[in-house]
């Protein structure tokens, strides 16, 4: 089966660094996604990591271990705007050879000031 | 702006209804997809669309539920005979041939009364 885990929700300080992890167990790997979600919206994408190591974009960072089957992310000099969903969403290939995303439930971040 | 518009953006209707969602990409993705989200969970897959070809779809999916994309340009998805188990977010998302990343539209919200 396809699993993918994360906290359902976490709290930080504005101005703090905070962590989102995700650990994943699927039936292949072909890359791995982040994706914010505010209340009531659509997810947007943030990082896209296929390879070991971390990709850094401004405040937000992701890292990957594909032997540990283990993702985070790393947002730094939060926001009171980075209040919102994150989404971990695992790419695998379907038995029909066409790529499918996994997703996790998301992990709800509250910014307290 | 993710190059994908949905309509409605919100739909209240009575059991037993059916309702009909449009989903309108940008034309030079190709790829097209339907998903489901329901509130504190990932978006559910259900169905996804090469061009005007219905590629997968996914076993959640009941024969309540169909999806057209006719011309491989806009898309429809019809839920007849609502129930209450259908009121969610119907996403669409268009996809990136390269990365797999998606470009979610802003969604539509369905209520079932």
């Known amino acids: 089966g396809q699993n993918i885990d994360q906290p359902t929700e976490m709290t930080a300080t504005e101005g703090a660094i905070v962590q989102i992890n995700c650990t994943y167990q699927?039936?292949?790997?072909?890359?791995l996604f982040w994706y914010q979600q505010h209340a009531g919206e659509a997810p947007t994408f943030l990082s896209y990591n296929v390879l070991d190591g971390l990709e850094e974009k401004g405040r937000f960072s992701s890292f990957l271990s594909r032997s540990k089957g283990y993702s985070y992310l790393l947002l730094k000099e939060l926001q009171m705007k980075d209040s919102a969903s994150y989404l971990c969403a695992v790419r695998i290939l379907g038995g029909d050879s066409n790529y499918q995303l996994i997703w996790g439930a998301g992990t709800k971040l509250i910014i307290k000031p | 702006d993710t190059g994908v518009s949905q309509d409605p953006r919100h739909k209240i209707t009575k059991r037993g209804q059916n309702v009909t969602f449009r989903c309108d990409p940008i034309s030079e993705h190709n790829r097209l997809y339907w998903y489901r989200q329901t509130l504190g969970q990932g978006p559910e897959f259900l169905t996804y669309f090469q061009n005007e070809a219905q590629l997968e779809k996914s076993r959640l999916l009941s024969d309540r539920f169909s999806a057209e994309r006719p011309k491989g340009s806009f898309s429809t998805l019809e839920i007849q005979r609502t129930e209450q188990g259908d009121s969610a977010m119907y996403l669409c998302?268009?996809?990136?041939?390269?990365?797999?990343?998606?470009?979610f539209g802003e969604g539509s919200r369905l209520t079932v009364l």
């Open positions: 998302a268009r996809g990136d041939r390269n990365t797999g990343e998606l470009f």
């Open positions: 699927t039936s292949g790997f072909n890359g």
